[in-house]
């Protein structure tokens, strides 16, 4: 864990929106918290400590490592060229991570294998070393199969070993986790959850959508679809510049309630829809935190909904306090919230008041809605349901439309014909090419921010 002194700080605000008066006998409280962290990346402007190099160039301590997982599986190599543009992306990666930062590459098959620097340690980037991992992975070659739990295992053992306070990874699989049960994946997902933070992303079209945006979503990371591989390298490489700017690591949400209030969830609507309410530790009397990942120069927006104890008209009363927290290791006293925001609740006899609903909480609520139904849709259409899959795509449509969401509108026209974005009537299409539709299933969670 990273230690900041004052000077070191990192500035993050939180602003709360919401209609905060309820109706009488009116008990649920909803409220957008936006998130903010500024000041070149978090630490107020001051750079972060690099690794320190140990003899050899191995990371001896310091700031960030990052581990590349690279599926090598025999799969890769159906077209050729899948795997030529894989390793390019991968070396272009290399090129990205920032001198100082510790990391790795895997090649991952139906077992995980350290492909550099080897050992069991972690390289410090400077030019010498990354012009040695670009060699090594030049020399990579396709065999085997796909037991992505291995890869992640290995990744977190090398990330774990560093001294650093940002560990990241990136994977990339082209095909099926046929060569480890399910259950075998989500323990290593388990595992690794909370440890390092990870980006996934799917090759071509032989992957399972629901595999690789649940490593994403268990690693608090970003999933795509890179459907064509001569784009992997631009992917690559602008994964790895986000990844670069993360500066704080392991931020949580501690949420405080009082007696006879109850959380109902608590989901990050904005940039992506991710529900965290069942990852919530308790932290203390009525409090809870809600893991967040890594932050750099960034906003984000959460949608905290609570059921409160009635009360009587014309009482109000602090609903919740949101605050911003770095845990501490067990021993060490927690230092101060590095930002705090209130919910409130007041009970008013005034029907406008009280049925106004804030234009954030709207919009999200929409937002979170549209990327159910989507899902919802498409697997109705995988099972045939027309009536159902034309009614929630439709929903979909209307929604995205309403909300001014036109990437994910465009991603849907896709899907089916559109004859009225306003209704949301439309017509599922007899033929959809199985980039397009993998493609609105992995980017389903992606939202617009509201305008304020």
């Not at 905060?20 to 649920?28: A, D, N, S, T």
């Not at 996934?200 to 992957?207: H, K, Q, S």
């Not at 937002?367 to 009536?387: H, N, P, T």
Request: proline share 5%.
């Amino acid at each position: 864990m990273a230690n900041f002194s004052k000077s070191h700080a990192p500035r993050f605000s939180v602003d709360v929106y919401q209609n905060e008066y309820l109706p009488e006998g009116g008990r649920e409280v909803n409220a957008i918290v936006t998130v903010t962290s500024t000041g070149g990346g978090t630490t107020g402007g001051m750079p972060i400590p690099a690794p320190v190099a140990a003899p050899g160039g191995y990371a001896g301590g310091g700031g960030a490592a990052v581990v590349i997982m690279l599926d090598c599986s025999g799969s890769m190599d159906y077209p050729p060229t899948k795997m030529r543009h894989a390793r390019e992306a991968t070396a272009a990666a290399i090129d990205t991570v920032r001198d100082g930062v510790a990391f790795a590459v895997i090649a991952g098959t139906h077992k995980a294998v350290e492909v550099f620097p080897g050992n069991g340690q972690l390289a410090t980037a400077d030019p010498v070393t990354r012009a040695e991992a670009k060699d090594a992975v030049r020399g990579l070659r396709t065999g085997g199969g796909t037991a992505i739990g291995t890869w992640l295992r290995l990744a977190d053992r090398l990330l774990g070993a560093a001294d650093v306070s940002i560990r990241h990874g990136i994977l990339l699989t082209d095909g099926r986790n046929e060569h480890e049960k399910p259950e075998a994946l989500r323990a290593a997902l388990d595992a690794c959850a909370g440890r390092f933070t990870c980006d996934a992303r799917g090759v071509g079209t032989d992957w399972e959508v629901k595999e690789v945006t649940g490593i994403a979503s268990a690693l608090l990371g970003t999933a795509d679809i890179v459907a064509n591989p001569v784009e992997l390298s631009a992917d690559f490489t602008r994964m790895m510049e986000t990844a670069m700017r993360k500066e704080v690591a392991d931020v949580h949400l501690r949420l405080w309630t009082p007696a006879g209030a109850e959380v109902l969830y608590v989901k990050q609507v904005a940039p992506a829809v991710e529900d965290l309410t069942g990852r919530r530790a308790e932290a203390g009397p009525r409090s809870g935190d809600y893991p967040t990942g890594s932050w750099g120069d960034e906003s984000r927006d959460y949608h905290v909904s609570l059921r409160v104890p009635v009360a009587e008209i014309g009482q109000e009363m602090l609903a919740a306090r949101v605050s911003l927290v770095l845990p501490q290791p067990d021993g060490q006293s927690p230092p101060p919230p590095l930002t705090q925001g209130l919910v409130r609740a007041v009970w008013t006899a005034d029907m406008t008041a009280s049925t106004s609903m804030n234009p954030q909480v709207a919009h999200y609520t929409g937002q979170a809605e549209l990327a159910q139904v989507i899902q919802q849709g498409m697997d109705a259409r995988k099972s045939g349901d027309v009536e159902g899959a034309t009614a929630k795509l439709g929903r979909a449509v209307q929604l995205a439309n309403t909300s001014g969401n036109t990437d994910t509108a465009k991603l849907l026209a896709k899907v089916v014909d559109v004859v009225d974005a306003a209704t949301g009537t439309v017509r599922l299409k007899a033929k959809v090419a199985e980039a397009d539709e993998m493609t609105l299933e992995t980017r389903s969670t992606k939202t617009v921010r509201v305008k304020k």
